[in-house]
C-alpha cells in the first residue's frame, strides 16, 4: 500500500490548496509583506517551503519508527491495515471538509497545541525574515503548526511501519503543497478569491474523498480474502 500512499498524499497536498489558503494563506500574506522590497521574493518562499517540507519529512520519520519498532504489534493484530482504514476514513473527513461539508478536521487540529505553544515563541525571533537562511528557519518552524490536513497524512505514515517509508510519504505530501503555497506566497491576493470558489473547494474535496474511499476498498479486499489474522501477514 506505501505505493499507493504516496501517490494519494500527494494529490492530497497539491488538492489541499483550499485548506491551505485557510490556514497558512494569512501567515504566507505577513511573511510576503515583511520580505525585504529590493529583489526577487522567491528565494526566500523557496527557504521557506523547504524548512516546512524538512519538518514534515521529519515527522514522518519519526511515526514512521514507532511503526517500525514494533509498537504497533502488527504481528499479533492486524494493527497495519486498521491504521490504514483510519487514514482512509481521516482522507474522508478531509475531503468533507475541503468540500465545505463538515469541519471535523478544525477540531483534530486543536490536538496539537501543546506543543505549538512550546514552538511559536521561537518564530518571533526570526521576524522580520531578512535573509533565506531566516525564511527557512522559519519554515521549519512553522512546519509544526497544527494542521489537520498534515495530521491525516501522519496516520497514513504511521501505518507505513517503516522509517523510510514514513519519510517518503510526508515528503510527497510536502511537495504536493509546494506548487500551492508558492502561488500563494507570489500571488497571494490574485489566489485567494479563487481558491475559496466553492466549485473549486467541491472538486478538490471529492477527488481527496476518492482516495480515501479507494483505500477502505483495498483494506476490505484484503481482509476478505486473507482474513482477519493473516492480513497481518500480507502486504498489500
Known amino acids: 500500500m506505501t505505493e ?14 483550499v485548506h491551505c489558503l485557510g490556514m497558512c494563506g494569512s501567515i ?17 518562499h523557496l527557504a521557506y517551503n523547504s524548512g516546512r517540507i524538512a519538518s514534515y519529512t521529519l ?27 483510519l487514514s482512509s476514513l481521516m ?11 463538515w469541519s471535523l478536521v478544525r477540531r483534530i487540529e486543536q490536538m496539537g497545541n501543546v506543543l505549538w505553544r512550546r ?20 519554515g521549519t518552524l512553522l512546519g509544526w503548526l497544527p494542521c489537520g490536513l498534515v495530521y491525516s497524512v ?12 514514513g519519510a517518503l510519504i510526508m515528503l510527497a505530501f510536502g511537495l504536493g503543497t509546494l506548487p500551492n503555497l508558492l502561488f500563494i506566497g507570489l500571488f497571494w491576493e490574485r ?15 471529492m477527488i481527496v474523498i476518492s482516495f480515501g474511499i479507494y483505500g477502505l476498498i483495498k483494506v476490505g ?16
Request: aromatic content about 10%.
Open 119 to 138: 514552538i511559536q515563541p521561537l518564530t518571533r525571533a526570526l521576524l522580520p525574515v531578512t535573509s533565506p537562511v531566516r525564511a527557512l528557519l522559519l
Open 59 to 85: 515527522a514522518g520519520l519519526l511515526v514512521g519508527t514507532i511503526g517500525q519498532a514494533g509498537l504497533l504489534l502488527r504481528d499479533s493484530v492486524p494493527v497495519q491495515h486498521l491504521l490504514y482504514a
Open 221 to 236: 479486499y484484503v481482509f476478505a480474502v486473507y482474513g482477519w489474522a493473516g492480513s497481518c501477514h500480507v502486504d498489500a
Open 28 to 44: 504566507v500574506g505577513i511573511f510576503t509583506a515583511q520580505l525585504p522590497k529590493n529583489g526577487a521574493r522567491w528565494p526566500f
Open 91 to 101: 482522507l474522508i473527513a478531509l475531503g468533507l471538509y475541503l468540500a465545505g461539508i
Open 191 to 205: 489566489c485567494r478569491h479563487w481558491v475559496q470558489s466553492p466549485r473549486v473547494r467541491l472538486f478538490a474535496g
Open 4 to 17: 499507493f500512499s504516496i501517490i494519494a498524499v500527494f494529490f492530497v497536498g497539491l488538492l489541499g490548496g
Open 154 to 165: 501522519l496516520v497514513t505514515a504511521l501505518a507505513s511501519s517503516h522509517a523510510q517509508s
